[in-house]
């Protein structure tokens, strides 16, 4: 099984508001592993698993959040 990591920039600002979206991520896609790094400048979301990228930001975005991914 091939398992990435997808880092994406978020406007996301608060612990309460990335733990929604994490739960609504999670709901969606149970078997993935989510978190957030909001004491980076770019509040940095991690998502691990398998799944496609596009499917994470149409979700996230659906909550009114901004969010790109970041390529290498």
Do not use: Y
Not at 25 to 43: A, G, K, W
């Amino acid at each position: 099984m091939f398992i990435t990591i997808e880092v994406f920039k978020t406007n996301v600002s608060s612990q309460a508001q990335a733990a929604l979206i994490k739960t609504s991520i999670l709901h969606h896609f149970p078997h993935l592993d989510v978190n957030f790094d909001l004491e980076d400048r770019d509040n940095i979301l991690r998502v691990e698993g398998e799944v496609d990228p596009g499917d994470i930001m149409l979700l996230v975005r659906q909550s009114g959040v901004e969010i790109n991914l970041l390529l290498d």
